[in-house]
């Protein structure tokens, strides 16, 4: 019986796990949906989670679309479809590869910082510090982190995709001899609305699941050091399964055929 007991407790604790992290994401909904709000904290965060994670996503989606001209020109060339390139790059930069690959370098670089901030605060008492002094955690700490990400990342997502197609369309045009005008004939006639639309979807939700990862891991962090750095790791991983999931799930609904 003691492999049954070992399976049966690792399953009871994924699902007291789900459950502490469904019931901190309604408690964040709750207090993101509800006043007061803190908009200097906002603008901050603002600036923490977009405009500083412009450089990492931009270089990403640049060189993403690079490779990814390159790639589909030498699988499409052995069946003399070429042509097609152009497409392939607009819909799967707009529709997959913009939003996760930018929320998976946001996870990185923002999951973590949020959870090592957050955590910090944790095992140093200022959380409850703020509670002795009346002022609510998760209004004054969570709700403004889950609402920049969840505002900002489709921002950034919508300039990886511009820049991600513009990658492909300096290499397909310089180093592969497509004629600029028959390429961006090409891209604006596969692309339709709904493919980028469905990518900025996915961006409001990757952005959601990135700050509430990390906020999370931060505020329930513990034993000292150790736990930021467990907080941090965890927050970087769960996040990018969440936003592989996620991506399917969303996937699905858009595009169910």
Not at 188 to 215: E, H, Q
Request: aromatic share 10%; hydrophobic share 50%; with cysteine.
């Amino acid at each position: 019986m003691n492999p049954l007991a070992a399976i049966g407790r690792t399953f009871l604790a994924f699902l007291s796990a789900t459950g502490r992290t469904v019931t901190f994401a309604a408690l964040a909904l709750f207090h993101c949906a509800t006043p007061p709000w803190y908009p200097r904290l906002i603008v901050r965060q603002v600036l923490d989670i977009g405009y500083y994670s412009l450089p990492v996503v931009g270089l990403t989606a640049v060189f993403t679309g690079m490779v990814l001209a390159l790639q589909s020109y030498t699988g499409f060339s052995r069946f003399q479809a070429e042509s097609a390139v152009a497409g392939i790059v607009a819909l799967s930069i707009t529709r997959e590869l913009g939003p996760v690959l930018a929320g998976l370098m946001v996870a990185g670089r923002v999951g973590a910082a949020i959870a090592a901030e957050i955590g910090t605060m944790r095992v140093t008492e200022q959380i409850d510090a703020l509670t002795t002094l009346s002022t609510n955690p998760f209004r004054y700490l969570v709700a403004p982190r889950m609402i920049a990400a969840t505002l900002t990342l489709p921002v950034l997502v919508l300039v990886a995709d511009v820049i991600g197609v513009m990658g492909g369309y300096a290499v397909s045009i310089h180093k592969l001899g497509f004629s600029p005008t028959v390429y961006l004939a090409s891209t604006f006639d596969i692309l339709k609305t709904m493919d980028v639309v469905s990518g900025l979807v996915k961006a409001t939700v990757f952005g959601f699941l990135v700050a509430l990862m990390g906020c999370y891991h931060g505020y329930h962090s513990r034993l000292g050091a150790q736990g930021v750095g467990q907080a941090t790791t965890y927050a970087v991983v769960s996040g990018s399964i969440l936003i592989l999931t996620f991506n399917y799930i969303v996937t699905e609904i858009f595009f169910p055929e």
